[in-house]
């Protein structure tokens, strides 16, 4: 599956953007998505998980109540919304999808199996 990451920018802090990531080449329905972040200088992050079907999603607590992950599958996307930006959001953010048949998303970056590109995400104070 190759998938591809947009929606990013600038934003001032209190601010808000959606990230999207839009997969095509398999059933998208087949894969958990998950998005990550990394920063410069520090190691890629887990920021939310969402089941293949959508009933289940994971968040990293810096972000819990601040970001919402969706998909939909008929439009072979998942989505990022982010809102109450912070400037330690700063990163940038990939999307990847994880083809093992698991009932909830994982955190571990290295247990996804394929990534877009990323997209800059870049929050002011």
């Known amino acids: 599956v190759q998938l591809v990451e947009s929606g990013g920018g600038l934003v001032q802090a209190g601010g808000s953007l959606r990230l999207s990531c839009a997969a095509s080449g398999r059933t998208f329905s087949r894969y958990t998505m998950g998005w990550f972040r990394q920063a410069p200088g520090k190691e890629r992050e887990f920021v939310a998980g969402i089941s293949r079907s959508g009933g289940s999603t994971y968040y990293a607590d810096s972000v819990k109540g601040r970001f919402t992950i969706s998909r939909d599958n008929a439009k072979a996307t998942a989505y990022l919304q982010m809102n109450s930006l912070k400037p330690e959001d700063t990163a940038v953010y990939y999307c990847?999808?994880?083809?093992?048949?698991?009932?909830?998303?994982?955190?571990?970056?290295?247990?996804?199996?394929?990534w877009g590109q990323g997209t800059q995400v870049t929050v002011s104070s």
């Open positions: 990847a999808a994880d083809r093992h048949e698991i009932p909830t998303p994982r955190s571990s970056w290295y247990l996804y199996d394929y």
